[in-house]
């Protein structure tokens, strides 16, 4: 009897755990519907809402639309224009509108790209300038090298020696010296011509022997140089604080006609120009 009675014991337990289970279920199921109602009721009140918010918004558009368009009407009239001519004026401003940002954005392109031309060619001239700046040191190294081979003579004046120059070439590298100015010559026999603030007359000259003779007027007063040679510095004092000049004859063309220069320090006077 013991065996039979215990049977429907377990049975029992089994059923009341399922119906225990069911039970919770059910109630989870009734709490997940009453919440999933809930939420429903509040975004149908929500809705609700939004549609009066819209329909309000709605009639405030219409509202809009009205008094903009009884406001344009107002301004076309006061312009004597039609709605038809207000629209296309205002499409014609909106072309242009859209035309001046394009002309403005191609501008900003094209000054951008000017910008980047001009840096480049800044750097160009930067480089250049430095191969400038390196030849010059170069060509004034050479100058100076030149300059320091041209002939020192003994002037007939007291014996002071100075650098002269035997062609025009050579009196080129003088005049870039810078410590003096030079005035080139040719003289013809019999005729005084102005040279710088002096005068000058060629009395005599043989080819041949490559001798001449011709007399400086300065200051109103003649200096004579007789039996003088080529490359020969001819020097005499001239102007209120004497200053001394040299003239230097390079060459005895015949017997009528000598070139050379006049050497004047650089704060002589200079001769006033011809206007």
């Given at each position: 009897m013991s065996v039979l009675d215990d049977t429907p014991r377990s049975y029992s337990g089994a059923l009341l755990a399922a119906i225990a289970v069911a039970l919770l279920a059910g109630v989870g199921g009734l709490i997940w519907c009453t919440t999933l109602s809930s939420r429903l009721t509040t975004a149908e009140a929500s809705l609700v809402d939004a549609k009066d918010q819209n329909k309000k918004l709605a009639a405030e558009l219409r509202e809009t639309d009205a008094r903009l368009k009884v406001a344009t009407e107002e301004l076309g009239q006061s312009l004597g224009?039609?709605?038809?001519?207000?629209?296309?004026r205002a499409q014609e401003i909106v072309r242009r509108e859209e035309a001046d940002s394009k002309r403005l954005e191609s501008a900003q392109k094209q000054?951008?790209?000017?910008v980047a031309a001009v840096s480049?060619?800044?750097?160009?001239v930067k480089t250049d300038v430095g191969g400038v700046k390196s030849d010059l040191g170069k060509?004034?190294?050479q100058l100076a090298t030149t300059i320091d081979q041209l002939t020192s003579m003994k002037?007939?004046?007291n014996g002071h020696s100075s650098l002269i120059a035997r062609n025009h070439d050579e009196l080129e590298l003088l005049k870039h010296k810078g410590d003096r100015n030079y005035y080139e010559f040719t003289l013809t026999k019999?005729?005084?011509?102005?040279v710088g603030t002096v005068s000058m007359e060629l009395t005599k000259a043989d080819p041949k022997k490559?001798?001449?003779n011709l007399t400086v007027i300065s200051d109103d007063k003649p200096v004579t140089k007789n039996n003088k040679g080529?490359?020969?510095?001819?020097?005499?004092?001239?102007?209120?604080?004497?200053?001394l000049f040299e003239i230097v004859v390079n060459s005895v063309n015949s017997k009528n006609q000598v070139t050379g220069y006049l050497s004047v320090p650089k704060d002589a006077p200079v001769p006033p120009t011809v206007p």
């Open positions: 224009l039609t709605q038809k001519q207000m629209e296309e000054t951008a790209q000017q480049n060619d800044v750097s160009n060509t004034q190294t002037g007939d004046l019999g005729q005084k011509k102005p490559n001798v001449f080529l490359n020969e510095p001819l020097q005499f004092y001239s102007g209120k604080a004497p200053m």
